[in-house]
């Protein structure tokens, strides 16, 4: 079975920040990855799909990139908007990764 | 626009059988392959279940198979979650979720919280 291991656990940043987000495959993943946010109390959003297409609506500011077993989530600039706990997902297994926590200094 | 609202949930004694549903609207409901998603208290994501947009084919969690079952009804635009033998560690939030057509989960509901508890 698959597994998706994605690192750091919880990350701190300051507005205006750079923040990489690593999602690593046990075995290939092709592109086949999607990622999402969540914020307290609310379902996932959606963010980017087949690695790298962004949603609509979501801000330009988040990026994905990757392939096979390593994929990143970066957020150019990070906004206060921002804070919340990220998931990384592949889609034939429906698995997702543990999350990563982003907390705003 | 699209809406997914899940019910069903509450405080429920260990081995008892609750049915979730999620009602969908905004959306033709009988052209996607619906899923449900947990979270236990504090914990990340965890994939339950999936139903094909027909409700010809279906898939479950090794966690959950055998226990649970995933149906659907097109006619009312609704999904279910028949939990059955339901043990502590089911306690969750249990959120619906559409399929996309680029494969992400595009939509999601509020979820409903499951406390399995005596």
């Known amino acids: ?105 | 626009q699209v809406q997914l609202v899940e019910s069903g949930g509450g405080l429920v004694q260990p081995g008892r059988s609750p049915r979730l549903s999620c009602a969908a609207s905004g959306f033709t409901f009988s052209a996607y392959a619906m899923h449900w998603v947990r979270q236990a208290p504090g914990k990340g994501l965890e994939w339950v279940a999936v139903v094909a947009y027909d409700g010809s084919n279906k898939d479950y969690a090794d966690s959950v198979k055998g226990r649970f079952t995933i149906s659907r009804d097109n006619s009312k635009r609704t999904m279910y979650l028949q939990m059955n033998s339901l043990r502590a560690e089911d306690t969750a939030v249990y959120y619906c979720a559409r399929l996309g057509e680029k494969r992400g989960f595009d939509y999601w509901g509020q979820g409903t919280l499951v406390t399995v508890s005596s």
């Open chain 1, 1 to 105: 079975d698959i597994q998706l291991t994605q690192s750091p656990s919880t990350l701190s940043a300051s507005v205006g920040d750079r923040v990489t987000i690593t999602c690593r495959a046990s075995q290939s993943v092709i592109t086949w990855l999607a990622w999402y946010q969540q914020k307290p109390g609310k379902g996932p959003k959606l963010l980017i799909s087949d690695t790298s297409t962004l949603e609509s609506g979501v801000p330009s500011r988040f990026s994905g990139s990757g392939s096979g077993t390593e994929f990143t989530l970066t957020i150019r600039s990070l906004q206060p908007d921002d804070s919340a706990t990220y998931y990384c997902q592949h889609y034939n297994s429906y698995l997702f990764g543990g999350g990563t926590k982003v907390e705003i200094k």
